[in-house]
């Protein structure tokens, strides 16, 4: 079955506690891309991946870093959380980097930071 | 700053009724997409339009496209309470793909 997978689901830490969210697709897509959602303010683009080796900003990239390593995973790793990271994240995937193809989402990870 | 804006924030109708959000967005686009988001999931793809094309349907689906005014509306035509969900548009933006705005909220009561 086609699909993205993240890690985990939900998740609460301790501010200045490094993680890492994992981020995981099967359709051997080249595009991923990671967002938040918070009340009111929809989704937010925090990093996306045009192909291996390939990662650029989105809107909200402080306090983020990825990396794509390979073609499937593109983790979202946060050094030091602050609460302000406290989000809905979703990890989303694309045959191509064009809108000309749809996006797959992730079942998305409530991060709680306190 | 986001790309596409949906209007309104939030809709609420009778079972029945059609529903119909409209999106703006600020560049030129080369496609504009809508995508559904039921409570806290993942978003789901609905329908995508291209720059060169003025309408498209899907089942119960409407889109549209108007470039001359940087807007699409979605029209969801005999609406269920199944309907219910967060509806997004999704554009491009110099280089930046799959940029959404902050959505509408529907609310479709039986």
């Known amino acids: 079955e086609a699909q993205v997978t993240q890690n985990p689901r939900y998740l609460i830490t301790v501010t200045g506690k490094k993680l890492t969210v994992t981020c995981s697709q099967n359709?051997?897509?080249?595009?991923m891309s990671w967002y938040r959602q918070d009340p009111g303010l929809g989704l937010r683009q925090i990093y996306y991946?045009?192909?291996?080796?390939?990662?650029d900003k989105g809107d909200v990239p402080e306090g983020y870093k990825v990396s794509r390593k390979e073609k499937r995973n593109f983790p979202l790793i946060l050094e030091s959380p602050s609460p302000n990271q406290t989000s809905l994240y979703f990890c989303?995937?694309?045959?191509?980097?064009?809108?000309?193809?749809?996006?797959?989402f992730g079942q998305g990870t409530r991060l709680t930071v306190v | 700053s986001q790309q596409g804006e949906e209007d309104p924030q939030a809709l609420s109708i009778q079972e029945g009724e059609n529903a119909t959000m409209n999106c703006s967005y600020k560049?030129?686009?080369?496609?504009l997409q809508w995508y559904r988001q039921n409570s806290g999931r993942g978003l789901v793809h609905l329908i995508l339009?291209?720059?060169?094309?003025r309408e498209k349907h899907s089942g119960r689906l409407r889109v549209t496209l108007d470039t001359s005014k940087k807007s699409s509306s979605l029209l969801i035509t005999a609406s269920r309470a199944a309907d219910t969900a967060s509806y997004f548009c999704?554009?491009?933006?110099?280089?930046?793909?799959?940029?959404f705005g902050p959505g509408t909220r529907l609310s479709v009561l039986p």
């Open positions: 359709m051997n897509h080249e595009y």
């Open positions: 991946s045009m192909n291996v080796e390939v990662t």
């Open positions: 999704a554009t491009d933006r110099r280089g930046q793909n799959f940029v």
């Open positions: 560049t030129s686009i080369n496609n």
């Open positions: 339009i291209r720059s060169n094309e």
């Open positions: 989303a995937s694309a045959y191509r980097g064009l809108t000309a193809t749809e996006a797959f």
